[in-house]
């Protein structure tokens, strides 16, 4: 762990909360979630509309997702790095590791987070969060741009793949 166990537990122990309360699978846990997210939290996701302006549109859009999601998940934290802005305020990021258990399978993702965390009312609540899922068109070491390029040069390929195809399709017409 690279934080200081001591001095940042309840930190880290709020991001677990976070965490453990997402997990759950009784409805009841999201209402739940709106003591752990500051009055004026907003959020950023991995998905082209995973933007949260408060509170409700997230605990809104974690209901709709669980709602979707069939199978139990449990999520562990892979590292988490605190650092404190001020006594009152902390920016934590992770990575954690979630299992969905989709019996008899499991599949694991292993997204990276931000966190900023400030102590209200002598707990500490979410103020923002930004979540990254890896790319799957980035291989290790890539840059946008060449992944970009070799998805175009298989588009290209698949392109001629097909109209070759249709060709000799229209040839037995």
């Given at each position: 762990?690279?934080?200081?166990?001591?001095?940042?537990?309840?930190?880290?122990?709020?991001?677990?909360?976070?965490?453990?309360?997402?997990?759950?699978?009784?409805?009841?846990?999201?209402?739940?979630?709106?003591?752990?997210?500051?009055?004026?939290?907003?959020?950023?996701?991995?998905?082209?509309?995973?933007?949260?302006?408060?509170?409700?549109?997230?605990?809104?859009?974690?209901?709709?997702e669980?709602?979707?999601?069939?199978?139990?998940?449990?999520?562990?934290?892979?590292?988490?790095?605190?650092?404190?802005?001020?006594?009152?305020?902390?920016?934590?990021?992770?990575?954690?590791?979630?299992?969905?258990?989709?019996?008899?399978?499991?599949?694991?993702?292993?997204?990276?987070?931000?966190?900023?965390?400030?102590?209200?009312?002598?707990?500490?609540?979410?103020?923002?969060?930004?979540?990254?899922?890896?790319?799957?068109?980035?291989?290790?070491?890539?840059?946008l741009?060449?992944?970009?390029?070799?998805?175009?040069?298989?588009?290209?390929?698949?392109?001629?793949r097909?109209?070759?195809?249709?060709?000799?399709?229209?040839?037995?017409?």
């Amino acid at each position: 762990m690279l934080y200081d166990a001591e001095r940042d537990a309840e930190v880290v122990e709020a991001v677990v909360d976070i965490f453990q309360t997402l997990s759950a699978e009784e409805p009841e846990a999201l209402d739940r979630l709106y003591t752990l997210l500051a009055p004026h939290f907003a959020g950023l996701g991995s998905g082209p509309e995973d933007f949260y302006t408060d509170p409700s549109s997230f605990v809104e859009s974690i209901r709709i997702e669980q709602a979707q999601m069939p199978y139990a998940t449990t999520y562990d934290e892979v590292w988490v790095d605190v650092r404190r802005v001020r006594d009152d305020l902390a920016i934590v990021t992770g990575q954690l590791r979630v299992v969905i258990h989709a019996e008899p399978e499991e599949h694991t993702i292993e997204p990276r987070y931000t966190f900023v965390l400030e102590q209200l009312d002598g707990r500490w609540r979410l103020a923002h969060s930004h979540f990254s899922v890896e790319d799957p068109i980035l291989d290790p070491g890539a840059t946008l741009a060449s992944a970009l390029e070799r998805r175009n040069r298989d588009l290209e390929l698949l392109v001629e793949r097909l109209t070759a195809v249709v060709i000799l399709s229209l040839a037995d017409l």
